[in-house]
């Protein structure tokens, strides 16, 4: 995943870890071929950017707030809407709880902007991404749109 599509950015020592961390509160694959292609996860908020811009914005409670994260499709899977489908579950699991989901995506990412704005996901600001031993990349602060 990271070494295809440089995606975290920041890497992952182990991923099977990071993909079951204890902020998860719900996520998905995508399989094609008997593989898994894809994921998504709708995480607990742990200090954001884009939660704290959306609460700021909204007043809405951060209870009420909760993340899409770690959204990928391997390049061999795209052109398959994999990444539309799992936008759109992991954005009916968010509302059936009462849920808004807000997401943070990297500048460099535009075939992912591109998703989110086509599905009526909302730009409500900016921010820069730090990782790693001090590097930095602007990034996009998007909110699902309402049920």
Known sequence: MEAADGYPVEGVADPEAWLRSGDVLASWV???DHQVVGHVAVMIPNGEDAVAL??????????RVAVLGRLFVTKSARKRALGE???R???AYAQARGLRLVLDVMTKDTAAIRLYERLGWRKIGDTTHRYGDGQ????LCYVAPSS
């Open 30 to 32: 995508a399989e094609a």
């Open 54 to 63: 959306w609460t700021q914005q909204s007043g809405e409670s951060h209870e």
């Open 85 to 87: 489908k799992l936008m």
């Open 89 to 91: 579950t992991a954005t």
């Open 136 to 139: 930095q990349t602007s990034a």
